[in-house]
């Protein structure tokens, strides 16, 4: 199945709890809410491909995660990007499976990382072939990732506009 990335939004007046707590805040099926199972946690589920979650409220990244940490992160000797925050972490590898990376980002660090995110150009997501995923056609991948950029973009956006914070799972 792979490592995929959920977020999670939550409102200001949440955040210690998102804070001391993130697990409070995200969903105890993300994968669930990202696919539309069905009945959730039944023994057979009908996918429906459409999220559970209003967009304003969960942010699915499918695989897209990898790329877009690397788009922003430290390239050549520039610094990462702002909005490599929103993409940091990487799983932990144990002798049982893995463990999942988890960070709250707080309202106040939103804005930022929405910003950033909006002046990432085609240019940069042209690079991505260049950048060692070769897992499609290198348009193909770029469409990919474009794709979720989007998504990325429109959420962040939202939560700027709304003042709220959000839990990001890598996992």
Do not use: C
Request: glycine content about 8%; overall charge negative.
């Amino acid at each position: 199945m792979g490592i995929r990335y959920y977020a999670f939004a939550f409102d200001r007046d949440q955040t210690e709890q998102a804070l001391s707590d993130p697990d409070n805040i995200m969903s105890d099926d993300p994968l669930a809410d990202a696919w539309g199972l069905v009945p959730r946690r039944a023994m057979a589920s009908t996918i429906t491909g459409v999220q559970t979650l209003p967009q304003r409220d969960m942010l699915y990244l499918d695989k897209a995660w990898r790329h877009l940490q690397v788009l922003t992160g430290q390239l050549d000797d520039s610094a990462a990007r702002p909005a490599y925050r929103m993409f940091e972490g990487e799983v932990t590898w144990t002798e049982r499976g893995h463990r999942r990376w988890v960070r709250t980002l707080r309202p106040g660090d939103i804005p930022e990382i929405a910003h950033d995110l909006s002046a990432i150009g085609a240019d940069e997501l042209a690079r991505l072939p260049e950048l060692g995923f070769g897992h499609r056609d290198p348009q193909e991948e770029i469409s990919y990732v474009g794709h979720f950029l989007g998504r990325a973009r429109a959420f962040m956006t939202t939560l700027a506009e709304d003042g709220r914070g959000m839990v990001y799972t890598i996992g």
